[in-house]
């Protein structure tokens, strides 16, 4: 009998199962990052991670003969819902073996749990929401992820696809090198605007800490909030991701550009701790936490998390020199090279702002959707 049943998660060992599953997809896999076994449990924590106080999670465990052969989960993301005026829910936290059999039960058991819950449409992947994990990387295979972002097999494409989910959004990644950024023209230009404008840029105050989060988080919600897809974070979910960022953050590379002493924009920079994680093959903490002390020098990579400013200086200017500014700090910092991502394929501004850096987008993740 090789019969496949699929069933939910329903208590600790069922999480544990959940979690563990990907070792088996990219056992051997070179490029493949293990993720933390603490941060996953923690993403997964309903009863402590704030993003849960306003959305509903649903997982599930595809099962051959009592072996794990694929799992996903489902999301209804109320503040989504509120913010866009649209009933789509999101799938996520897919990973399977490369059979669609296996995959179409999962799909369908994400469908139908979103389709009773009222929603018109879903999308994903999104683990759990756009402020995490997003998108499926179609391109870009022959490169581990930086910090946050996620990795997959190109069988995925095919299996998602075959169940009828389309592309709603694809999300570019550029990558960045010092030798190509700092043309003689562009560094020209952001100095002489510095000097012209009177933008100041400054680094974050980490004795202020709780504070420049706050005004970090209004900046975020004004200026993001309206890109597609997006959702303004709540007070408590942006101070729970700052707590977990803070102990990486170096904070010259978390630039705020302000004009007349208010914040007008800003970038968050962050070291590519994938670069030294990659090796910790268990997921463990402590011997995570071993390998950054032992080779922290090798990391000399970082992803440009976010970088924007608000939507009254779009035209301003402010945002090409934030790049260059981010750029300084990065190579003043012994970083080399970098990641800006992801970018909304639609995003005119943030897509010339790459390119004008000579930035090769070098990956690309896809938003799907499926109609119900």
């Not at 009933?87 to 996520?92: D, I, K, L, N, S």
């Not at 090796?279 to 995570?288: C, E, F, H, S, T």
């Amino acid at each position: 009998m090789n019969s496949i049943t699929v069933r939910p998660v329903l208590n600790g060992n069922d999480k544990r199962a959940f979690i563990r599953f990907p070792w088996k997809i990219y056992e051997g896999n070179t490029y493949w990052v293990p993720p933390l076994l603490s941060d996953r449990k923690k993403l997964l924590d309903t009863k402590k991670n704030p993003f849960y106080k306003h959305a509903q999670l649903q997982l599930w465990l595809a099962e051959r003969n009592g072996v794990v052969v694929g799992r996903i989960g489902a999301v209804v993301n109320e503040n989504h819902i509120k913010e866009h005026g649209e009933q789509v829910g999101f799938f996520g936290f897919f990973e399977s073996v490369n059979e669609a059999a296996v995959a179409n039960l999962l799909f369908d058991q994400a469908v139908g749990w979103l389709r009773e819950r009222g929603m018109k449409a879903v999308r994903g992947p999104a683990s759990p929401s756009v402020n995490d994990e997003y998108g499926l990387l179609v391109d870009g295979f022959n490169r581990s992820p930086v910090i946050l972002m996620p990795y997959n097999p190109a069988y995925y494409i095919q299996l998602i696809e075959n169940y009828g989910f389309r592309k709603a959004k694809d999300l570019y990644s550029y990558h960045l090198r010092s030798e190509k950024v700092f043309t003689e023209k562009f560094t020209r230009v952001s100095e002489m605007f510095k000097k012209r404008e009177g933008v100041v840029f400054r680094s974050l105050n980490m004795k202020d800490f709780d504070n420049e989060v706050e005004r970090i988080r209004e900046m975020y919600n004004r200026g993001w909030s309206r890109n597609w897809g997006a959702v303004p974070m709540t007070k408590e979910e942006f101070e729970y991701t700052a707590k977990d960022l803070k102990p990486i953050v170096n904070p010259e590379l978390v630039v705020i550009a302000e004009l007349k002493g208010k914040p007008v924009g800003f970038g968050l920079t962050v070291p590519d701790l994938n670069i030294v994680l990659k090796d910790n093959k268990r997921g463990y903490l402590v011997p995570a936490l071993v390998r950054l002390l032992l080779f922290k020098k090798r990391i000399n990579f970082v992803r440009i998390v976010i970088l924007g400013v608000l939507p009254e200086f779009r035209n301003s200017g402010i945002g090409g020199v934030l790049f260059y500014e981010t750029g300084v700090r990065g190579v003043r910092n012994g970083m080399m090279q970098g990641e800006a991502g992801w970018v909304n394929d639609d995003n005119v501004m943030m897509n010339r702002g790459a390119e004008m850096m000579n930035g090769e987008k070098y990956k690309t993740y896809r938003i799907y959707e499926l109609s119900l």
